[in-house]
């Protein structure tokens, strides 16, 4: 069965400071790989996607992600993190034709002035 | 954003009394799904649609039933609400490529 891992529950970084995310995932083929965020009270928002090709993949809000096919990982980087990008992060995993996803329990980010 | 409207945003209701939330969609999306989201859990799908009255379970679907007789509306319904379905409730649509997106939010309390 698929599965997301997002081994930590929480991050704190500081402002200014490089941000990453890990997320290791359960798939015997090559999955679609997904972030999202979440802030309080909020529904989900798209940072970025992996299908196939390219292996780093650039997101909006100046994400990044790559996929490791050897580790079965797509962590999640920021170079510079902002004060405005302390949320929720949700790694997913869409596997099979029905296009269903299955959710990492998500990183919660706190920024520090 | 994508045309998601979510209704109630908020309800509080007692055990043992029905429960219906509302998904409404302006996308014209094939698929919609609802999910559960709870502390250390993150997102859980509960049931999809993939077309107009075709349904199928997700991982956590007890409890919970879902219609969809027009393409723009999914309802799920807990036909007799439990404590343990205290939650928030997203709903998601998506047209293939498996990118879901998802709207606000339905925060249901069972007392």
């Known amino acids: 069965a698929q599965s997301v891992t997002q081994p930590d529950i929480h991050i704190t970084v500081s402002e200014g400071a490089s941000l990453e995310l890990r997320c290791n995932y359960s798939?015997?083929?090559?999955?679609?790989l997904f972030w999202y965020v979440q802030s309080p009270g909020q529904g989900l928002q798209l940072l970025l996607k992996?299908?196939?090709?390219?292996?780093l993949v650039q997101g909006i809000k100046g994400f990044e992600a790559e996929f490791k096919r050897s580790q079965s990982s797509f962590n999640l980087r920021k170079p510079s993190v902002h004060w405005s990008d302390a949320a929720e992060y949700f790694c997913a995993v869409g596997a099979d034709s029905s296009y269903k996803l299955i959710f990492g329990s998500g990183t919660r980010l706190l920024v520090r002035p | 954003d994508a045309g998601i409207t979510q209704s109630p945003r908020h309800k509080v209701t007692e055990t043992g009394t029905p429960v219906t939330l509302r998904c409404h969609q302006t996308e014209n999306h094939r698929y919609m799904y609802w999910y559960r989201q709870d502390p250390g859990h993150g997102l859980r799908l509960i049931h999809y649609s993939y077309g107009v009255k075709d349904t199928d379970k997700g991982e956590v679907s007890d409890g919970y039933s879902v219609s969809r007789s027009k393409t723009e509306d999914f309802l799920l319904t807990l036909e007799s609400a439990t404590s343990s379905q205290t939650s928030v409730y997203f709903c998601a649509i998506s047209e293939g490529q498996a990118t879901q997106h998802f709207g606000d939010g339905t925060r249901l309390s069972i007392l």
């Open positions: 798939y015997g083929a090559t999955p679609y």
């Open positions: 992996y299908f196939s090709g390219d292996t």
